[in-house]
């Protein structure tokens, strides 16, 4: 069950914020614009079950507990929805989850560099701990320089692979797949041109890796540069040329210097000379900067993806003329507000979370047969990421003790074998659990994870997994020891409820449980447990809706 404006307003744009413009908050302004463009009724708000449910999930990336569904229904405060935003936002939850969703995007979980992971984890979770500053986090991570707290940020420069960071840099952080301007500029998206590709490739294409020998551990370093880059389109003659440069940028010059005049540290420690000019520096500095619209419109619709479920514009990387955004003036205020907060990502985050449009019903308006997604008319339905549907399976089955284990062997756990069924032993380890759920709900290394992908072995996994099925069996006080020792129908179905879909059963629910319960009656715990699996192989437990 799944429940106009003046030319003087024109000249100040650059300096006030659009939404200030109307003496209204952010989130008020985000619903005006959104009901502007609906064409039709709008869903009314989400009851306060889905709302908790929705919110834990996107910011803490799990379902709340039973007693936090509990204590928000019985709280009747009108503030409570922004009250539990904030605490989330606060969270050491928050900045777990959302650890998982930002390495998950940058790096769409591949092993690209001799940055361990936990050390690139520990950098982003001490940065979204604090007030993270997307702009400054995306310069880190391209400036490479390995020093200090943000040597871990070097780990989204993999090998230097100068080919790989030009398409990721302009998909990631620009909206643009510019794999194909490699060759030729765009087939059909006449805003995209091999320039473009190669502006961006004469960022980086000096960089590469060297060793210290002190420290015996690797750095980005970047070579001389004396030169534009070469390039020439496959269907022409003509060669061209260009300097660094950011799409519908200016050129970077590049200085001249006299023989070793162009350097200003010796070289030493087993890395080389350091230049005057680094153009990967200038690029860190340039791309992510509000002066940079391109940066600041890609960033603002991938966080609105993440918290609404679908892009202003789709797919992500696909940002160009032929594909204009739904809401393009909301797009714009928001824009503006992200460069005013000083890209405070969490500022972003709330002002979504705040809104009606964010809050509204995923069941269709009364009368409507249905809507268009790009309308937000209703809530977008959201399949959870892998780490999302082990952390819910795991509170709701009350196994959440499983975080904590490490290995215990020597040897490395054969997931292959669990995969194929030569391997009889179960996981012990939360990392190898976690691996398995990344390799069987996530995509595969290298792919985006921007929408929901059914399929049969997911469905299949989670029906008739040993490992969930395990988790199912009654053992100390999970949900199945729990419910198995109370007496009253009406209170399993609340408990059971409560736990696995965050809501009270509705009347029917509590009769159908009532009844399949005196069916099975001399087998009421094995009865039990198949309440509990039918929940969590529903529609309704694996969507955030």
């Known amino acids: 069950?799944?429940?106009?404006?003046?030319?003087?307003?024109?000249?100040?744009?650059?300096?006030?914020?659009?939404?200030?413009?109307?003496?209204?908050?952010?989130?008020?302004?985000?619903?005006?614009?959104i009901a502007a463009g609906a064409g039709g009724p709008l869903a009314p708000a989400a009851d306060d079950a889905e709302f908790l449910r929705r919110i834990h999930l996107d910011l803490a990336g799990n379902i709340p507990t039973s007693?936090?569904?509990?204590?928000?229904?019985?709280?009747?405060?009108a503030d409570k929805r922004s009250r539990v935003i904030d605490q989330l936002l606060a969270s050491?939850?928050?900045?777990?989850?959302?650890?998982?969703?930002?390495?998950?995007?940058?790096?769409?979980?591949?092993?690209?560099?001799?940055?361990?992971?936990?050390?690139?984890?520990?950098?982003?979770?001490?940065?979204?701990?604090?007030?993270?500053?997307?702009?400054?986090?995306?310069?880190?991570?391209i400036a490479g320089t390995g020093k200090g707290e943000s040597r871990a940020a070097m780990r989204f420069l993999g090998k230097g692979n100068h080919h790989r960071l030009t398409e990721d840099i302009a998909r990631l952080f620009l909206g643009r797949d510019l794999e194909c301007a490699r060759c030729h500029d765009h087939p059909s998206v006449d805003d995209w041109t091999q320039a473009h590709y190669w502006g961006l490739y004469a960022y980086l294409n000096q960089t590469r890796l060297a060793t210290h020998s002190g420290e015996k551990r690797p750095y980005f370093v970047e070579n001389l540069a004396t030169r534009k880059v070469e390039f020439q389109s496959v269907f022409f003659e003509d060669k061209e040329d260009?300097?660094?440069?950011?799409?519908?940028?200016?050129?970077?010059?590049?200085?001249?210097?006299?023989?070793?005049?162009?350097?200003?540290?010796?070289?030493?420690?087993g890395l080389p000379a350091v230049p005057i000019f680094r153009p990967r520096e200038l690029l860190a500095r340039d791309l992510a900067s509000g002066q940079n619209s391109l940066f600041v419109r890609n960033s603002v619709n991938r966080f609105w993806k993440l918290m609404m479920?679908?892009?202003?514009?789709?797919?992500?990387?696909?940002?160009?003329?032929?594909?204009?955004?739904?809401?393009?003036?909301?797009?714009?205020?928001?824009?503006?507000?992200?460069?005013?907060?000083q890209f405070d990502l969490k500022w972003l985050l709330r002002q979504i979370a705040l809104s009606a449009s964010y809050q509204?019903?995923?069941?269709?308006?009364?009368?409507?047969?249905?809507?268009?997604?790009?309308?937000?008319?209703?809530?977008?339905?959201?399949?959870?990421?892998?780490?999302?549907?082990?952390?819910?399976?795991?509170?709701?089955?009350?196994?959440?003790?499983?975080?904590?284990?490490?290995?215990?062997?020597?040897?490395?756990?054969?997931?292959?074998?669990?995969?194929?069924?030569?391997?009889?032993?179960?996981?012990?380890a939360y990392s190898d659990i976690r691996t398995i759920f990344a390799e069987t709900f996530g995509q595969p290394p290298g792919v985006a994870e921007d929408d929901f992908a059914p399929g049969l072995n997911k469905a299949l996994f989670l029906m008739n997994d040993r490992l969930i099925?395990?988790?199912?069996?009654?053992?100390?006080?999970?949900l199945a020891s729990r419910l198995a020792r109370m007496e009253s129908p009406d209170a399993i179905a609340k408990e059971l409820y409560c736990a696995v879909l965050c809501r009270l059963p509705e009347e029917d629910e509590r009769e159908e449980l009532s009844a399949y319960l005196e069916t099975h009656h001399e087998r009421r715990t094995a009865a039990v447990v198949d309440l509990i699996w039918a929940l969590l192989t529903s529609t309704e437990f694996r969507l955030n809706h």
């Open 1 to 33: 069950m799944l429940r106009g404006v003046s030319v003087i307003a024109t000249l100040l744009l650059p300096c006030l914020p659009l939404g200030a413009l109307r003496g209204e908050s952010v989130p008020a302004a985000i619903d005006r614009l």
């Open 67 to 77: 007693a936090q569904t509990h204590a928000f229904l019985g709280d009747k405060s």
């Open 92 to 141: 050491e939850n928050f900045a777990e989850h959302w650890t998982d969703r930002l390495s998950v995007m940058l790096l769409e979980r591949q092993q690209l560099s001799q940055i361990p992971d936990d050390e690139w984890r520990a950098y982003l979770k001490n940065n979204l701990r604090g007030q993270p500053r997307w702009n400054v986090l995306v310069g880190e991570m």
């Open 242 to 269: 260009t300097g660094p440069r950011l799409p519908d940028g200016k050129e970077v010059l590049i200085p001249k210097f006299e023989e070793n005049q162009g350097f200003e540290k010796p070289a030493a420690d």
């Open 309 to 341: 479920g679908r892009g202003f514009w789709m797919p992500l990387d696909q940002a160009h003329s032929e594909n204009p955004p739904s809401h393009p003036d909301l797009l714009d205020l928001l824009e503006r507000q992200f460069v005013a907060q």
């Open 360 to 428: 509204r019903s995923s069941r269709l308006p009364p009368g409507e047969k249905e809507t268009e997604p790009a309308d937000y008319r209703v809530a977008c339905l959201k399949g959870l990421t892998p780490e999302q549907l082990l952390h819910a399976i795991l509170r709701a089955t009350g196994n959440e003790d499983v975080r904590t284990r490490k290995s215990t062997s020597k040897e490395t756990f054969d997931r292959r074998g669990y995969f194929t069924g030569t391997n009889s032993k179960l996981p012990t």
């Open 469 to 478: 099925l395990h988790w199912l069996q009654p053992r100390e006080q999970n």
